[in-house]
């Protein structure tokens, strides 16, 4: 994938910034640091496309090679026969820069934590926009992405996800103990591929979140 390019108001976002002015010095130090952030990221992704069978508050994919429990993560597959699980990861040097900030400035450690997770955002997002480029073609349309830990969708399928896509071998993505994703800035997410008649474009991204309403990193377009 071609370098994505990162906005500075996503940044801000993060930073828990809405619509309030910046000054000079903050703009400069923000627009370096996302420089510094792209330069420092090397982007890795796999997609993979599978079979889905339905279940009682569940879906099994591939065959019964990953099952995904809970009546969230059924809703969202329920016009869907087949899926696609991906991941994605700008790599450890992110999340070395971090701690290395971290110790020594603060305030660019926050900075540049939060160009890393908009970047990674912005991958996904012309990850996604690829796809479905080519799926639209066919007469089908992508889902929005829909990442373990959303709504009763267990963080703790994290793992057994990885295995399905063999994240560890084709990008180094693996998952802590606690299942965490290693290297940090990194996504793990489910589209179900639809017919495009039945796409529905008013739940996606922050408007399909249970937390819509309060959360304070929500995207400033919605």
Known sequence: MEKVGLNRNEVLR???????AIDEKMEQQTDRLMDELKDAAAVKYICRTFRIEKGKGSVLIGDGLLELPGSAISRHLEDSEECILMAATLGSNVDKRIRYYGKIDVTKALIFDACATAYIEAVCDELCRKIEAELLEKGWALTFRFSPGYGDLPISIQKNFLKALNAEK?????????NILMPGKSVTAIMGIVDKTCRNNDKSGCNACSNNGECAYKRMEE
């Open 14 to 20: 993060y930073l828990g910034y809405r619509d309030q």
């Open 170 to 178: 084709e990008i180094g993505l693996t998952a802590s103990s606690a």
